[in-house]
């Protein structure tokens, strides 16, 4: 079963920092295996709208409204997405969630188009940024 477990969301103030985490088990995150992975935010009313995302071939994609403030990495001896959140505005508040999709590549195209229907979900994390 393949499971995704977020964690490190909470209250921050703005201009402060965070880092989300997302735990993935049951799928291979390795070189050799294909991958999509990354986080994806929802604000009440709005739709979920692509963060950050990485693929197997190394590709890294960000929102612009994020680029140059969040940076993704992943561990791939833990099977862990990290999301490290600097400079963090209430624009950034929302509900955080990973996503898993089981093909390779094309991680900015999939960060604009969003998961299809075979893409993995956690149960996401809440973000909160006050001023």
């Known amino acids: 079963e393949v499971r995704l477990v977020e964690s490190g969301g909470g209250s921050v103030q703005d201009g402060g920092s965070l880092l989300l985490s997302c735990e993935v088990s049951?799928?291979?995150?390795?070189?050799?295996?294909?991958?999509?992975l990354g986080w994806f935010r929802q604000s009440p009313g709005e739709v979920r709208e692509g963060v950050a995302a990485?693929?197997?071939?190394?590709?890294?994609a960000y929102a612009r409204s994020v680029k140059d403030r969040f940076i993704l990495s992943v561990d791939f001896t833990k099977s862990v997405l990290t999301m490290h959140m600097h400079n963090v505005t209430s624009e950034d508040s929302g509900m955080y969630y990973c996503?898993?999709?089981?093909?390779?590549?094309?991680?900015?195209?999939?960060?604009?188009?969003?998961?299809?229907?075979?893409?993995?979900w956690g149960q996401g994390t809440q973000v909160s940024v006050s001023s």
């Open positions: 990485v693929d197997n071939l190394g590709n890294t």
């Open positions: 996503a898993l999709d089981p093909v390779g590549g094309f991680a900015r195209e999939w960060l604009i188009i969003r998961p299809g229907p075979d893409a993995y």
């Open positions: 049951g799928y291979p995150i390795t070189i050799k295996s294909n991958y999509r």
